[in-house]
């Protein structure tokens, strides 16, 4: 694993009008390592992720991926001003995300919603990036629906193809969100499995979820966030076996108490 961290964020904060989201979040991503965010509603984890690939534009603070600043340049007067569209695609190139709502264009088809990335953001030609989805449908189970349309899938086969429309850009750092809670209970396994399948493979995962049970046996770190807040971090067994403060505490307890029951 490298000793530099491949996502870096140090002080980034974010506000909508006098709503402070995020506080000053500092958080390291080291190449190969799974970071779970949790926390309750409104405690500012998905902003954070969105932050980290530049669909939110963070208002303080910086986020560097693989050693270049993302969205920002500092002129000579110190002064911070915007990147160029161009500017900040070309940062996080390495970087894609997986949507809590799966984000598939309906009047596509599964090959073609996974190729289209391909084609529109990285210029490839049209039987190239076919190549490159199909194998990314593969890798998730589901180059068998190829075809088929995104009404015809269950909603485990859609995120299925949503992490396939991940992959195909042969990312080095997925950002995952949510990823299994627009999905009946039974269909969540498919997904996790799909996903714990990255991560021994090696691949750079941050992720959000309320899934306690996921985060506590695929993470290599768990980050506890509330009210725009980094409150406790650690490795999962520290977190949720040795929590050090009674906030953490109290919002595990209902998921400790089901774990414990007979």
Same mark, same amino acid.
């Given at each position: 694993?490298?000793? @530099? /961290?491949?996502?870096?964020?140090?002080? &980034?904060?974010?506000?909508?009008?006098?709503?402070?989201?995020?506080?000053?979040?500092?958080?390291? &991503?080291?190449?190969?390592?799974?970071?779970?965010l949790i926390g309750p509603s409104g405690s500012g984890k998905t902003t954070a992720l969105?932050?980290?690939?530049?669909?939110?534009?963070?208002?303080?603070?910086?986020? !560097?991926?693989?050693?270049?600043?993302? #969205?920002?340049?500092? *002129?000579?007067?110190?002064?911070?001003?915007?990147?160029?569209?161009?500017?900040?695609?070309?940062?996080?190139? /390495?970087?894609?995300?997986?949507?809590?709502?799966?984000? @598939? !264009?309906?009047?596509?088809?599964?090959?073609?919603?996974?190729?289209?990335?391909?084609?529109?953001?990285?210029?490839?030609?049209?039987?190239?990036?076919?190549?490159?989805?199909?194998?990314?449908?593969?890798? &998730? #189970?589901?180059?068998?629906?190829?075809?088929?349309?995104?009404?015809?899938?269950?909603?485990?086969?859609?995120?299925?193809? #949503?992490?396939?429309?991940?992959?195909?850009?042969?990312?080095?750092?997925?950002?995952?969100?949510?990823?299994?809670?627009?999905?009946?209970?039974?269909?969540?396994?498919?997904?996790?499995? &799909?996903?714990?399948?990255?991560?021994?493979? *090696?691949?750079?995962?941050?992720?959000?979820?309320?899934?306690?049970?996921?985060?506590?046996?695929?993470?290599?770190?768990?980050?506890?966030?509330?009210?725009?807040?980094?409150?406790?971090?650690?490795?999962?067994?520290?977190?949720?076996?040795?929590?050090?403060?009674?906030?953490?505490?109290?919002?595990?307890?209902? !998921?400790?108490?089901?774990?414990?029951?007979?």
């Amino acid at each position: 694993m490298s000793t @530099l /961290p491949i996502l870096k964020l140090r002080a &980034v904060g974010k506000s909508y009008g006098e709503n402070r989201v995020l506080k000053g979040i500092d958080l390291d &991503v080291m190449r190969g390592e799974i970071v779970t965010l949790i926390g309750p509603s409104g405690s500012g984890k998905t902003t954070a992720l969105r932050c980290m690939n530049f669909l939110e534009a963070y208002d303080e603070g910086e986020i !560097w991926i693989k050693g270049q600043l993302l #969205g920002y340049s500092t *002129g000579e007067q110190g002064r911070r001003t915007r990147d160029s569209e161009a500017a900040i695609a070309e940062v996080r190139r /390495p970087v894609a995300m997986v949507f809590q709502q799966f984000n @598939l !264009w309906p009047h596509m088809s599964v090959l073609a919603n996974v190729a289209a990335p391909l084609i529109l953001a990285r210029r490839m030609a049209k039987d190239e990036a076919r190549r490159k989805a199909l194998a990314a449908l593969e890798r &998730v #189970g589901m180059a068998h629906k190829a075809e088929a349309y995104p009404a015809r899938l269950s909603g485990g086969q859609q995120q299925r193809v #949503g992490i396939a429309r991940a992959l195909a850009v042969e990312p080095e750092l997925m950002l995952l969100d949510e990823p299994t809670s627009a999905l009946d209970p039974e269909l969540v396994e498919e997904v996790q499995g &799909v996903i714990r399948s990255l991560a021994q493979d *090696g691949m750079t995962m941050v992720m959000v979820t309320h899934e306690m049970g996921f985060a506590a046996k695929i993470s290599n770190r768990v980050v506890f966030m509330e009210g725009g807040l980094v409150v406790e971090s650690g490795p999962p067994g520290e977190l949720f076996g040795h929590s050090r403060t009674p906030r953490l505490q109290q919002f595990l307890k209902p !998921w400790l108490e089901r774990s414990l029951a007979p």
